[in-house]
């Protein structure tokens, strides 16, 4: 089993629709991080998260520490937000490396 | 501000040949630095990561190494590639945030390597 794992793998949308994406961990960690990588392979850091809940623009991201337990929420989605999202927590022991989830391919259709 | 260059973009190369993926970072001094790669379908795994020069880490045993020759220059490379080793590879660089074990990690624009 992996150490994260994402759901749903693969998400379609129309255009407005609210998206959630989940992302669940089994270690402790200090952070987590939500990325976004489009179709040409570059990836971008959304958010960092160690406790609570973020927003930027139309994005939420929340965690539950208790839970291992993060969403990213996206309100009023738009066709421009098609990308994979991908969930690395930052793992308290050893190196502190990030670990990834496998992603989530969203597709939001006009 | 920080900026990571990678260079080649693309990189078609047949098996058994060799390979040089460059990494480079500005804006910052004694970054730690970091190889990933995503096979087709794939999460990303993490290669290797630098504290300093000449320091690397090896995460997983495989056909590659890397070298840290600067500060801010991470190369990977193998002597004779697979097709095992087709992929994206993506530099990073580690800023910390000045809370205990918590840091932003930023991504370079990622290599494609295709092996055939």
């Not at chain 1, 998260?49 to 139309?58: D, E, P, W």
């Not at chain 1, 539950?64 to 929420?73: D, F, G, M, P, V």
């Not at chain 2, 490379?77 to 918590?102: E, H, I, P």
């Amino acid at each position: 089993k992996n150490e994260v794992e994402q759901s749903p793998q693969n998400l379609t949308a129309q255009e407005g629709e609210f998206i959630t994406i989940n992302c669940s961990y089994s270690v402790g960690i200090s952070a987590l991080h939500w990325l976004q990588q489009h179709p040409g392979g570059g990836i971008v850091s959304l958010f960092m998260l160690s406790s609570g809940k973020k927003k930027h623009g139309r994005l939420i991201a929340t965690i539950n520490i208790q839970e291992k337990h993060s969403s990213l929420h996206i309100t009023a989605s738009h066709p421009r937000d098609s990308a994979v999202y991908i969930c690395a927590v930052l793992i308290i022991q050893g190196a502190q490396k990030l670990v990834f989830g496998q992603g989530t391919r969203l597709t939001i259709n006009p | 501000s920080q900026t990571i260059h990678q260079w080649p973009a693309t990189l078609v190369q047949p098996v058994g040949s060799p390979l040089s993926l460059e990494c480079t970072v500005e804006g910052t001094s004694n970054p730690n630095l970091y190889w990933y790669r995503q096979a087709a379908g794939r999460g990303l795994q993490l290669l290797f990561y630098s504290v300093g020069i000449g320091q690397i880490s090896s995460e997983v045993p495989q056909n590659l190494s890397a070298s840290r020759p600067q500060d801010r220059q991470f190369i990977l490379s193998s002597k004779k590639l697979l097709l095992s080793d087709s992929g994206f590879y993506l530099c990073a660089w580690r800023k910390n945030l000045g809370l205990a074990g918590v840091y932003e990690q930023y991504f370079g624009p990622g290599t494609r390597l295709t092996v055939t």
